[in-house]
């Protein structure tokens, strides 16, 4: 931008042109209302970065996921044992609405509804059918038994096989995201674990039920 001095010599240089001195004084007065626009960025709204953070998972954008959400095992197939086509599948039914959000000087929270296939649903399905397979190979000889990779393989496909029908349900959950104010910039804090299994469908909530069915089953024998 030209310095305020030069407009200034500029226009105090112009002799009996009134015209030509008020066109030049509008042109510094608006140059210095952009200048001072430009210098003063505006910080993006807690509704925008969590917006932003529920595009990254819908999109599958596992790097930029796991940067908004601050979890490192979110859409990264390698630590879920699940094909990045499964995981696709699952992150695209994300449908999402931002209902408010209150900002105080530090934090934030953003109410929002989030709606994803019912994993619930889905996996118990999937188990219904890759369960009895599993079984079958434990009475195999070790030698003829699948092994990890093989069975992980047997699991997505018949995940996404599920994920890929036209009539599964969905769930709708109601969460609250908050943030905190980082460098000026809104962050997402790392606790948000309802937000995240919300988005994942309810498969968060479905495998803790299941271990605690598990875990229950196995004091009773216990105690029996």
Do not use: H
């Amino acid at each position: 931008m030209i310095g305020r001095a030069v407009w200034y010599k500029l226009v105090n240089g112009l002799k009996g042109d009134g015209d030509m001195k008020r066109i030049l004084m509008l042109l510094l007065a608006a140059c210095m209302l952009f200048g001072v626009a430009g210098c003063a960025a505006k910080r993006e709204s807690a509704e925008s970065v969590v917006s932003n953070a529920i595009e990254a998972v819908k999109t599958y954008d596992s790097a930029k996921a796991r940067e908004y959400w601050g979890n490192e095992n979110l859409g990264d197939e390698s630590e879920n044992d699940i094909s990045s086509e499964a995981l696709t599948a699952m992150f695209s039914g994300i449908f999402y609405k931002i209902l408010g959000s209150e900002e105080s000087e530090n934090t934030a929270t953003v109410d929002v509804d989030i709606t994803n296939t019912d994993m619930s649903e889905v996996m118990t399905d999937v188990a219904a059918e890759v369960f009895p397979a599993l079984l079958a190979e434990a009475f195999k000889p070790e030698a003829e038994r699948m092994g990890d990779d093989d069975t992980n393989k047997l699991f997505s496909d018949k995940l996404l096989e599920m994920l890929k029908r036209p009539d599964n349900p969905t769930i709708t959950n109601n969460v609250k995201v908050t943030l905190t104010l980082q460098d000026d910039a809104w962050a997402i804090d790392s606790g948000n674990d309802d937000a995240i299994d919300a988005m994942l469908g309810g498969i968060s909530s479905f495998a803790d039920a299941m271990s605690g069915a598990f875990s229950g089953n196995m004091d009773l024998n216990d105690g029996g």
